[in-house]
């Protein structure tokens, strides 16, 4: 089945520091791609998408390209923020396969200390 | 804008006892889905329907069951509820516009069972 892999948090930086999060997905269709993040005691919000691949999808200062090749989505930000700490999902939907269902990798716990 | 609205936020129950959730789409938005988020997990795809039919199912148990209604609100309804059941419960939506699928998620039904 499609399954979404993502590196282990914590991760901590420093403000101002880049920030890359890695997400690697398999997938028997062609999905789309999602970034989602979820704050303390809250929802879970989009940040960005992309739907084909490279496709960049960006948002507040956050990039992820979808490559196929290497069936990576991985999320980046040039220069992290107090208040980027959040929960970080990558996540998947196979609308070729009629799974529109999002699967999610198991998420990454930034935390941004000033 | 509207968002997708879950009701109760907060719910308290004792093991064996039954519980109804609540969640209510962005206008417009024709289908619902439903995720169980555990402690520290990633949320885990429950169910979804479409025009008021089940239109996916994941790893929902057989104790928990739910509709979509005619003004395309969801009801998901647990019964038997164990210890195991406390989580998170996410409620999104999609549709109209969003035709790629994008999902909107509601702010969550946390589910404590003691």
């Known amino acids: 089945g499609d399954s979404v892999t993502q590196m282990e948090g914590p991760v901590t930086l420093s403000e101002e520091a880049f920030l890359t999060i890695n997400c690697t997905y398999t997938?028997?269709?062609?999905?789309?791609l999602f970034w989602y993040v979820q704050y303390p005691g809250e929802g879970l919000q989009l940040l960005l998408k992309?739907?084909?691949?490279?496709d960049k999808g960006s948002n507040k200062g956050f990039e992820a390209t979808y490559r196929k090749e290497t069936t990576s989505f991985h999320l980046e930000k040039g220069s992290v923020q107090v208040s980027d700490s959040a929960v970080y999902f990558c996540?998947?939907?196979?609308?070729?396969?009629?799974?529109?269902?999002?699967?999610f990798g198991s998420g990454t716990r930034l935390q941004v200390q000033p | 804008a509207a968002g997708v609205i879950q009701s109760p936020r907060h719910l308290i129950k004792e093991k064996r006892e039954t519980a109804t959730l609540k969640c209510y789409p962005i206008?417009?938005?024709?289908?619902v889905y439903w995720y169980q988020q555990g402690p520290g997990q990633d949320p885990q795809f429950l169910i979804s329907?479409?025009?008021?039919?089940?239109?996916d199912k994941g790893s929902i148990p057989d104790r928990f069951s739910a509709q979509q209604f005619s003004d395309y609100h969801s009801e998901l309804n647990m019964s038997s509820l164990e210890l195991g059941d406390s989580a998170l419960y996410f409620c999104?939506?999609?549709?109209?516009?969003?035709?790629?699928?994008?999902?909107?998620f509601g702010p969550g039904t946390r589910l404590t069972v003691l």
């Open positions: 329907f479409y025009e008021k039919m089940q239109s």
């Open positions: 206008p417009r938005h024709d289908t």
């Open positions: 999104a939506s999609s549709g109209g516009t969003h035709r790629n699928n994008e999902q909107f």
């Open positions: 992309a739907t084909k691949a490279d």
């Open positions: 997938a028997t269709g062609y999905p789309s």
């Open positions: 996540a998947l939907s196979a609308l070729d396969t009629g799974r529109r269902a999002l699967t």
